[in-house]
C-alpha cells in the first residue's frame, strides 16, 4: 500500500502509530478532515490479517466518519483509531491508559468513542487520561447505551423515505420486513409497532425473532426469504452488502430504510434500485442517531437536547432525496454531495476570513 499516495487522493490530514511495548498497544489514528471541527471516530479492536491491513481499515473508516458527521450536520470532522488485537483477551488497563496518554496529546483533534472490540468501560479507562472521548459511563455524564437513540433516528428517517415513496410519513399500516432484531432494530420495532405498522422479522438468533414476535406481534420469517416479502419498506439493520445482485431482484418494497452499515455491496446496486425507483435512505445518514447522541456530551449531555438533533435525520434524509431529484443521481450519491457541499461551504468561509485578515494586515503594515 502506497500510503502517501492514498492519503493524497482523499485528501487525509494525519496518520498515526502508536505503540506501548509494556501493554501491547498497537493503535493507528487516522484523522481524514477537520475542516467542520475535530475529528470525532471510534475504536475498533480488531485481530487484523497484517499491518497493512488495519491501515487500510483505520483510513476507510475515518473517512466515512468525515461524510457522516458532515451529513449528521455535527461540527465535528471524521477520524477513526483501529487496535490491533484479540479483544477478547488481548485488553489490559495499561493498554488503555497509554492510548488515553496519546489521544491527550492530540490536543483534542481527535475524540474517540467505542467501536467494534471495545466497551463503555474501555472508554473509562481512556477517560483516566483524557478528556477526548465519549461513550463512558453515564456516571461520568455519558449518554449511556445509544441503541435506543440509534433507532429513533432510523425509525424518523424511515418516515421521511416513506413521504417520498407514499405521499404521506404515516407508517400505520404499512408492511415492513425487517432484516436483523437486535439492540437497535428491536427498539426500532417498537416505534413502528406503536405507530401502527405491520412488522416481518427474521435473525439468525432464533430468540432474538421470539421476544419481536412476543412484543411486537410479528410474523417470523426464515433470513433467505426476508428480501421478497411482499412489504412496502426494506429495513436492512444486521449485516452489510445485503443489497446485491442476488437479492435486488426479490424487492418488493418501495422503501429501504435500516440501521445496517454498508448496505450497498458495490456502487452499481444503488444504481439498480434508483432505477427500479425505489427510495434509498442512505445507511450513515439514516443510522447517525448514535453519533448525534454521543456528540452532545461535549457539551454537557442532556438527552432531550440530544433527541430533538437525532429528528434532524429526517430532514437530512428529505434533503438527500431533495439532491437526488435536483441533480438526477442517485440517493448514495446524493448523500456524499450533501456532506461535501456543507464542508466546502465552511471550508471557503474560513479561508475568505483568512483572506481578509491578510489584507488587513498587510495594509496596516503599508500604513
Not at 149 to 161: F, I, N, R
Request: charged share 25%; aromatic share 8%; proline share 3%.
Amino acid at each position: 500500500m502506497k500510503i502517501f499516495e492514498y492519503m493524497v487522493k482523499y485528501d487525509y490530514e494525519q496518520l498515526l502509530f502508536c505503540q506501548d511495548a509494556k501493554s501491547g498497544l498497537k493503535a493507528i489514528i487516522a484523522i481524514h478532515d477537520t475542516t467542520l471541527g475535530p475529528a470525532l471516530g471510534g475504536t475498533r479492536m480488531w485481530t487484523y490479517e497484517n499491518e497493512e491491513a488495519a491501515i487500510e481499515d483505520a483510513l476507510r473508516l475515518a473517512r466515512g466518519m468525515t461524510y457522516k458527521n458532515a451529513a449528521a450536520g455535527l461540527n465535528l470532522g471524521g477520524g477513526k483509531t483501529v487496535i490491533i488485537g484479540d479483544p477478547k483477551k488481548d485488553k489490559n488497563e495499561e493498554m488503555f491508559r497509554a492510548f488515553g496518554r496519546f489521544i491527550q496529546g492530540l490536543n483534542g483533534r481527535y475524540i474517540t468513542a467505542e467501536d467494534v472490540g471495545t466497551t463503555v468501560q474501555d472508554m473509562d479507562i481512556i477517560h483516566e487520561e483524557t478528556n477526548f472521548v465519549t461513550g463512558i459511563s453515564p456516571a461520568f455524564g455519558s449518554s449511556g447505551n445509544p441503541s435506543p437513540v440509534t433507532a429513533y433516528g432510523c425509525y424518523v428517517g424511515m418516515k421521511a423515505a416513506a413521504k417520498e415513496a407514499f405521499g404521506s410519513d404515516s407508517l400505520e399500516g404499512k408492511k415492513v420486513a425487517v432484516q436483523g432484531v437486535g439492540n437497535v432494530a428491536f427498539e426500532l420495532c417498537r416505534y413502528l409497532h406503536e405507530e401502527g405498522a405491520q412488522l416481518f422479522v427474521t435473525d439468525i438468533n432464533k430468540d432474538a425473532v421470539n421476544r419481536a414476535v412476543e412484543a411486537f406481534q410479528a410474523k417470523a420469517v426464515d433470513p433467505n426469504d426476508i428480501y421478497s416479502v411482499d412489504a412496502d419498506i426494506f429495513s436492512p439493520c444486521a449485516l452489510g452488502a445485503i443489497i446485491n445482485d442476488q437479492t435486488i431482484p426479490q424487492f418488493k418494497a418501495k422503501v429501504i430504510a435500516g440501521s445496517a452499515n454498508n448496505q450497498l455491496k458495490d456502487t452499481k446496486h444503488g444504481d439498480k434500485i434508483h432505477e427500479m425507483g425505489i427510495v434509498y435512505a442512505p445507511d450513515y445518514v439514516i443510522n447517525a442517531g448514535g453519533v448525534i447522541n454521543v456528540a452532545d456530551e461535549l457539551y454537557g449531555y442532556n438527552k432531550e437536547r440530544a433527541l430533538k438533533r437525532v429528528e434532524t435525520i429526517y430532514n437530512n434524509v428529505a434533503k438527500v432525496i431533495e439532491i437526488s431529484k435536483r441533480d438526477n443521481i442517485p440517493t448514495y450519491v446524493a448523500a456524499d454531495r450533501m456532506a461535501e457541499e456543507r464542508i466546502e461551504k465552511i471550508r471557503s468561509s474560513r479561508s475568505q476570513f483568512l483572506l481578509n485578515n491578510k489584507h488587513i494586515l498587510a495594509n496596516r503594515m503599508n500604513g
